[in-house]
């Protein structure tokens, strides 16, 4: 064989190869910031997924802060807005966990909290328990005030999910 022969062979292989990972869904991922590797980092260590293996029964709660007297148009969008953001960023770090809610009916309860102390308070305990979060700030082009924290979405197991939440009431 000479070398021509050799550099198609490589060429050829190296598409295949390019092409199966592309064709499976695998791409590589640059990271451009130390923000985005410590993001990637949490992203690894989300035992969520681990729970999504061995616990059946997954919801998701929206907890609603009662002080900002939102109108129930206001809170249905912004209810909408957490739900959809936390779904977004499950579909890319926890896919077992959102299939597993899924599987369960898309379970969703909205609870009241009084205020964003509160909202904080909850959202550390979630963090600890490593139960995925999104909360919504709202930019405060309509009823309330610009930088708002509105609602916030966790998901996980159903018993877990309680012990975050605690004694809230349904909105």
Known sequence: MDLSWISVLFVGACCLVLGFLIGTGRR???????????TAAVVESLEIEKLADII??????????????MG????????SHATLGLYKKLLRKAPKALNRWEMCGQVKVVLKIENE???????????????PIHIIVDAGRTQIAPNSRTVMAILGPVDVVDDVIGGLKLL
């Open 28 to 38: 590589t991922r640059f990271v451009a910031s130390a923000r985005e590797y410590a």
């Open 56 to 69: 059946e029964d997954f919801k998701m709660v929206l907890v609603v802060r009662s002080d900002l007297k």
């Open 72 to 79: 129930k148009r206001k809170i249905g969008t912004q209810c």
């Open 117 to 131: 102390e509160e909202l904080l308070v909850l959202q550390k305990r979630a963090k600890s328990l490593k139960l």
